[in-house]
């Protein structure tokens, strides 16, 4: 404990309420602060949320994680949610096309790394070449250091056109991995992003890639679950509440709430990089632009009639990138609710929902046949314009640390320099970083309190 009740607790504001903000809210109360939690939106969870429509649930995008995002699945448990989710006991993807192919990613209980061999052997939308060539590079993968700051500068593509990888194979193996994990093609992406995804992801230990999802709303996941947690800790949540400036203080530092000052001892900033800019949280609004921003689209089908019982499934040789069934999450009684993820949308941002709904009405017809007699009941699209960073070569250096020049302020967020590309695990882990050295910033000789900052008019 950094404080004691009967002085008065060190104070820590946090910008933000997406995963990177309540991560730091929590830790930083955990660590003995008072802390206020601010949300410009009237809802908790960021990036993640969910829309409701005709009293069903749709989340802004499909959120997976992997056995590997360990500080992600605490959180869960410290937000009391890990009943919530559902965790594969065993990675496996089936991978369809349309007229009835189908192949699959599936782990075998060997250790890693031959706990893949099996599955890109029999990888049947690839020639018998091209799956020695592929299993040749994802061992190539296992001699990369994804902590080599050179790997930022070679592209992903480039690697593996090296490494004698077919448009096809990159097509149908290397983004089936890339597009959902970086939010850009294999072609496009940092390799030092893409060595972190494949090593730690998929290839260090052979249950990492297990694949978890949400059982429930992502608004009841993450949003509701938090604003409990927050509250059992003695976190102020001010929610609708936009910062609209982040200043030094002569004893603290100052946020600004609608002309209000509220007056902290530290201050985290876990907003998206433009507004951390905004906020003189971040000094480089060019590092900023050249960060650059990658959309994510998702078309939620709903059909009158059940058409598949997979749970979810990648797609090859069709728009659909991947499927999620989530009939039960969204509320619905009777039929089925098909989510359609699509990465690195930009072909597909600006277009209309019914025109979506067409496209992606008759791409599920071609991958289940069944669905080729279902009705459409309605579509639901719902779009990120900066779901993501552009994970692209060069962006290492550009994504901020913690501290900031400005002592007793902090940065956090899934886009700040985690080493781990733009998801829930990294947003988790930059609030975790940002709490620890705010507290143990408090821990060093405390700017005093500036009670009387808060309040008052600036
Ligand atoms: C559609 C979609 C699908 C995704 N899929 C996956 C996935 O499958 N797996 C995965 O791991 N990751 C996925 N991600 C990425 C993941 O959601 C994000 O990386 C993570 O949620 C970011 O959290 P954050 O706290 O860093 O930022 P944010 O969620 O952006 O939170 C920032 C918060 O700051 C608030 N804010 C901004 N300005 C102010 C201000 N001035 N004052 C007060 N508050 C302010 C915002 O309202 C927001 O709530 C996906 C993202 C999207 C959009």
Known sequence: ??????????????????????????????????????ERRQSLGGLTSSVRRN????????????????????????????????????????VLAPGGKRSSIKRSGLPAPVHLVGALATYSFLSVRERLLSTRAALGLLRLDPDDDKLDAVSFGDWLQRRGQSDRAIEVLWDLIALPTLNVSAREAS????????????????????????????????????????????????????????????RG???????????FDAVVVATPPRAAVGLGAYSSSAAVDRL????????HLLLDRRVTDLALAA????????????????????????????????????????DLAREFFAAVGEIFPAARGAQLLDCVVTRERAATFKAAPGTDSLRPVTATKTPGVFVAGAWCDT??????????????????????????????????????AR
């Open 1 to 38: 404990m950094l404080g004691d009740a009967a002085v008065s607790l060190p104070r820590v504001g946090v910008v933000g309420g997406g995963l990177a903000g309540i991560a730091a809210a929590l830790a930083a109360a955990d660590g003995g602060a008072e802390v206020t939690l601010i």
């Open 55 to 94: 009293g069903l649930w749709f989340d802004n995008g499909q959120h997976v994680f992997l056995r590997c995002c360990t500080e992600y699945m605490s959180f869960l448990g410290r937000l009391g949610a890990s009943d919530k989710v559902y965790l594969q006991p065993r990675l496996e993807v089936p």
């Open 191 to 250: 390799l030092k992003l893409a060595a972190k995804v494949f090593r730690v992801g998929l290839l260090d230990r052979a249950d990492a890639g297990d694949i978890g999802w949400s059982l429930v709303p992502l608004a009841e996941l993450h949003g509701a679950s938090a604003m409990k947690a927050l509250e059992t800790a003695g976190v102020a949540v001010e929610l609708g509440a936009a910062v609209s400036d982040v200043v030094q203080g002569e």
């Open 253 to 263: 530092i100052a946020t600004v709430v609608g002309g209000k000052r509220l007056g």
């Open 292 to 299: 650059g921003t990658s959309p994510i689209v998702n078309v």
């Open 315 to 354: 797609c090859v040789d069709s728009p659909i990138q991947f499927v999620f069934d989530r009939t039960e999450s969204s509320g619905l009684g009777s039929g089925q609710c098909l989510s359609i993820s699509l990465s690195a949308a930009e072909a597909y941002i600006a277009r209309g929902a019914r």
């Open 419 to 456: 080493g781990w590309p733009a998801t829930m695990e990294g947003a988790v882990r930059s609030g975790l970083g940002a709490a620890e050295q705010a507290l143990a910033f408090l821990a060093g000789p405390v700017p005093g309190a500036d009670r009387e900052l808060e309040g008052a």
